[in-house]
């Protein structure tokens, strides 16, 4: 082992727990019943429609730290993509934003289920404030360094995909065939829209990207763990989907659409199988929120160092990832406050897309040859981003027409105060050779 393999301390193993722990926490506990709400009786099909979209963007991010291993990834990417530019600080900015949302959007399914024992729903103030504090939770774990994080990570992920597949498996034994459901068959447009939620169930795989310079061997072992965690995940995802549509009716899933999985573990399993359900859902949330803590805020920090977005230290001492992790733990924290599920996990398909659009953009434009990149599949990824995007786009018009403008002024400031402060949108691809310099944020 190397000098560099010496100083990092996330092995294959920890980025797979990593990926999952961030994927499976907001996926199949937050998400599955809006894509079931979208989606038709057919939802679990979206699962796995979502995880084909996921595959063929990920390629890109496998492609580009295989030669630029870096922690920050994304923010490298679209560095050698764009430029020191307003747009790959932008689209960066996206990234980091889109992290926070999801943060807030599995704290507060912690909250959710957390109260359901109680028979208390996700409107109930408790929610939030319990959403908040695991992310002050969450922020007190990150600051004793990635070591405790993989470590945190690889425990909680063993315990979670192992009785989340127990679950499902015991659910699908247990549900007979659901009472006759007088749902109508979801559309296409519907079922696209429910895809580009379910690419948020797979969008922890960026949690890797940006901790590939915290990984041993990262020109190897991150492309792996995005691999291992998307057909774990996909896994996953499809047997509870099936468990939880065999085990309820398609009205009964939207209506328990915030803590489907504890409304399907009552009467199959008992009031246990309901207990162990609630108990696996902290779990699961827990770890997410955890993961992604840690690797946002060494985005942050690369951008910051990179003069991509301004910094102040707001008195505060210690290093600047230490500050970054108090930042993005109170937006988190504020985003929980202020928005329900529904809208978080709106707003963070939104950002996401988008960010992920310019990169694919960037790589086929200017990348492609350098990094080994097949252009058909950059182009697959691409158009399959737009089509659900603009399906999602136009489902939330007709239902939440506010959110979508939340979000296209999210976009539009962002960007604009980035082209304030880097000066120019774009510039001329760094020119460093493959396999060079490799940054490690300030820890």
């Not at 499902?168 to 065939?177: I, K, N, R, S, V």
């Amino acid at each position: 082992m190397d000098h560099d393999d010496r100083e990092r301390r996330i092995t294959l193993l920890g980025g797979v727990s990593m990926g999952t722990g961030v994927m499976i926490g907001a996926g199949i506990f937050a998400l599955t019943g809006q894509i079931a709400e979208l989606a038709g009786p057919a939802f679990p099909w979206a699962f796995l429609a979502g995880a084909v979209v996921t595959s063929f963007s990920a390629y890109a991010y496998a492609c580009m730290t295989r030669v630029w291993p870096s922690s920050g990834g994304i923010a490298m990417i679209l560095q050698k993509a764009w430029g020191v530019g307003a747009v790959a600080a932008g689209a960066s900015m996206l990234m980091a934003l889109s992290m926070i949302i999801a943060q807030s959007l599995v704290a507060r399914t912690f909250g959710t289920y957390a109260l359901r024992p109680f028979d208390l729903g996700s409107d109930h103030w408790l929610a939030p404030v319990l959403g908040v504090g695991l992310i002050g939770f969450a922020f007190l774990v990150n600051r004793s360094g990635s070591k405790s994080v993989g470590r945190a990570s690889l425990v909680m992920a063993a315990i979670k995909i192992g009785g989340i597949m127990a679950f499902g498996a015991a659910a699908l034994w247990a549900a007979g065939a659901p009472e006759a459901s007088s749902a109508p068959q979801g559309s296409a447009a519907g079922f696209l829209a429910a895809v580009a939620l379910a690419v948020m169930a797979f969008k922890g795989f960026t949690t890797i990207t940006n901790s590939g310079g915290e990984m041993v061997s990262p020109e190897r072992n991150v492309a792996r763990a995005i691999a291992i965690s998307i057909v774990v995940c996909t896994a996953t995802y499809l047997l509870v989907a099936w468990a939880v549509a065999r085990g309820l009716t398609f009205e009964q899933i939207v209506e328990a659409r915030d803590y489907a999985l504890a409304r399907a573990a009552e009467p199959t399993l008992g009031p246990w199988g309901f207990r162990l359900t609630v108990a696996l859902a902290l779990v699961a949330t827990a770890s997410g929120v955890l993961a992604s803590l840690f690797a946002v805020s060494r985005m942050l920090t690369m951008l910051t160092e990179m003069k991509m977005i301004p910094h102040s230290h707001f008195g505060m001492s210690g290093p600047i990832q230490r500050h970054l992790l108090v930042y993005v733990a109170v937006l988190a924290a504020l985003a929980t406050v202020l928005f329900d599920l529904g809208r978080i996990a709106s707003l963070g398909v939104f950002l996401y897309l988008t960010m992920d659009v310019i990169v694919q953009v960037g790589i086929l434009r200017r990348l492609r040859a350098r990094v080994g990149a097949r252009g058909w599949i950059l182009c697959t990824a691409i158009g399959l981003d737009l089509v659900v995007l603009a399906a999602f786009g136009r489902a939330k018009l007709l239902e939440d027409p506010w959110i979508v403008a939340i979000a296209a002024g999210l976009i539009g400031v962002v960007f604009v105060l980035e082209r304030a402060w880097v000066g120019n949108w774009v510039s001329a691809p760094q020119a460093d050779e493959p396999g060079g310099h490799h940054h490690h944020p300030s820890t």
